[in-house]
């Protein structure tokens, strides 16, 4: 019988923490903090971590690192502010929150999808370029149009649905509610990778012509790859829109859009669990490095702390720990590694 994988047990370990850290945290810290944490560190963690995963499966597997899936996510987020009932402005309005989510969960996997079609011929460096200027020329036109994103000041009052007779904006809805959709998604894309299409695609990264010359559309892989990525970074954007009761250009603009991409850097591009440790550290820092250091220079710290990480670990947070534990397992005596 073969024993589960390393990398499943310490998901499965993971998972569990996640569930119990409100409570872990209610045991060694005053309810307002221990809310604190809950929702603002943990809670958005995972939801920044849902949009970098998204790029992390597209750089990982696919060898695509593309900058314009925090537009994506803001599509989503978008399109469920635009249709949903009781936002303000009112854009279109009338359609329930289980509505407008699938709404805007379709509108990111097709946004994602022309993406991944716009920039079919393109790799690396071009890549890079070419979904930044899609990026941007979003941003521009959203914060530009009024009547249907109401231009910089962008859409307000989006709550988020009931679940089971609680808010949305209850600290403990949300915090589940993106655990339970970040353990799916994690879940889903593993999944995915070992499936033949996962195949295909790490076939596309290690040799495209060749992989044409088995007899697959190159093309449509790819094009099909950046429309998971896209429904991926959708249920990121639209947790986040309900996590700032709405949407403006700012969050989907070209430092949201970076933030992103150091997420993704810090955390690890070798596998989709770096997404989430790379957020971690970012909400960390994100939300206490200006009470560190200089108010008004707390970017610096980030800055010098991606440096860091980057210099001594390439592969990122994740990668150095799967190192350390790598030359653990090699300096244990093969007899007790054996008991």
Do not use: K
């Amino acid at each position: 019988m073969s024993r589960p994988a390393p990398a499943i047990i310490g998901s499965v370990a993971a998972l569990a923490l996640l569930v119990l850290a409100p409570a872990l945290l209610l045991a060694v810290l005053p309810v307002n903090q221990a809310q604190f944490w809950t929702a603002n560190i943990l809670g958005r963690a995972l939801v920044f971590g849902i949009v970098a995963m998204s790029l992390t499966f597209l750089a990982t597997y696919g060898g695509f690192v593309s900058l314009a899936q925090m537009t994506v996510a803001g599509i989503a987020g978008y399109t469920v502010a635009i249709f949903v009932q009781g936002a303000v402005p009112t854009i279109v309005g009338g359609f329930g929150y289980p509505a407008a989510i699938a709404l805007g969960l379709a509108a990111a996997t097709v946004s994602g999808a022309l993406v991944g079609a716009i920039a079919v011929r393109t790799r690396d460096i071009y890549l890079l370029m070419i979904t930044l200027a899609l990026a941007m020329g979003v941003f521009r036109f959203i914060e530009t149009n009024i009547t249907w994103f109401n231009g910089y000041e962008g859409i307000r009052n989006v709550v988020g649905p009931e679940m089971f007779g609680l808010p949305f904006r209850n600290t403990y809805v949300f915090y589940y509610s993106a655990l339970g959709t970040a353990a799916l998604l994690y879940a889903f894309v593993l999944y995915l990778v070992r499936s033949p299409f996962g195949l295909v695609l790490q076939g596309i990264r290690d040799n495209p012509r060749r992989v044409a010359a088995l007899g697959y559309d190159v093309a449509l892989h790819r094009i099909a790859s950046f429309a998971v990525a896209g429904f991926v970074a959708g249920c990121g954007g639209v947790l986040a829109t309900f996590y700032n009761i709405g949407i403006s250009p700012g969050s989907i603009g070209l430092g949201a859009t970076v933030n992103i991409l150091i997420i993704s850097v810090v955390g690890g591009l070798w596998h989709p669990i770096g997404a989430f440790v790379g957020a971690l550290v970012f909400a960390v820092f994100d939300t206490f490095a200006a009470t560190i250091y200089d108010r008004n220079r707390f970017n610096t710290l980030i800055g010098v702390v991606f440096l860091a990480i980057v210099l001594v670990s390439p592969d990122g947070l994740s990668g150095l720990v799967r190192r350390i534990a790598g030359l653990l397992h090699n300096t244990v005596p093969t007899g007790s590694r054996r008991r």
